[in-house]
């Protein structure tokens, strides 16, 4: 969980990549339903671009599928659920067991945001300030050009953090009554990091020793 542009994707490539699970991203899925101009990815489009939410049993419909696909390897979400109603139909499927907040000022993020540079396909992502591409406008490991996303403009951001407090700050409260909610607060994505690292080898090490 965290704002739109508080590094969800960033620690969710490291988290993916440390533990070895596999990685749903909401935002990716529906990125690349346009970019294939599925006929969702075009009825969604201008959801996306005007800052609002995809309605929510479109969301979840997808997300449910996939995991179901996923069968018993470990996952994780990231951008799923936003809204309470979505975090009621994953919880109707499956227990979550552990809930990672960023939790980054919404001043930061304006300024991240317009500064973003996307590679599409994989969803990583660039800054042009603080984590520029090796090759100005071109993927570190593919070499394919990046884009700014159509959602990455100055209004459009202030659309998304409006309905993010709107709709995704309850889904917090919703984690935090379950037990299950961890906040990590911060300007920058390396400095959040290896907290978020810690605290998950320390959860995986007692999930070990239950299991044992
Ligand atoms: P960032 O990519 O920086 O994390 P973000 O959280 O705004 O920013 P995405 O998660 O990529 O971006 O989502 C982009 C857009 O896709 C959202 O603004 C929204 O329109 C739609 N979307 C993504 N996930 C959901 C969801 N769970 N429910 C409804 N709409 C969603
Ligand atoms: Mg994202």
């Keep these: 969980m965290g704002p739109p542009g508080s590094g969800k994707g960033t620690v969710s490539a490291r988290i993916t990549k440390t533990f070895g699970l596999s990685h749903i991203s909401s935002g990716d899925i529906l990125r690349s339903n346009i970019s294939n101009k599925s006929e969702l990815g075009l009825l969604m489009k201008c959801c996306i671009d005007q800052g609002q939410l995809v309605p929510d049993d479109v969301m979840s419909r997808l ?3 996939d995991l179901r696909a996923m069968d018993h390897s470990s996952w994780l979400l990231d951008g799923f659920p936003r809204t309470v109603p979505q975090a009621e139909a994953l919880d109707d499927a499956h227990s979550v067991d552990t809930v990672i907040n960023l939790n980054v000022p919404f001043q930061t993020i304006k300024q991240r945001l317009t500064s973003r540079w996307t590679h599409l396909p994989t969803g990583r992502v660039y800054n042009v300030d603080f984590n520029p591409p090796k ?13 700014q996303r159509d959602d990455d403009t100055p209004d459009t951001v202030t659309l998304r953090l409006k309905a993010y407090e709107n709709q995704t700050e309850p889904v917090l409260e919703y984690y935090r009554s379950n037990g299950v909610l961890e906040t990590f607060t911060g300007t920058e994505t390396n400095m959040i990091w290896p907290h978020v690292e810690a605290f998950l080898q320390k959860k995986l090490f007692s999930v070990k020793q239950k299991v044992a």
Excluded: A, F, K, W
Aim: hydrophobic share 40%.
């Design 135 to 147: 090759v100005p406008g071109l993927d570190d490991e593919t070499g394919e050009p990046l884009v």
């Design 63 to 65: 997300i449910l599928r």
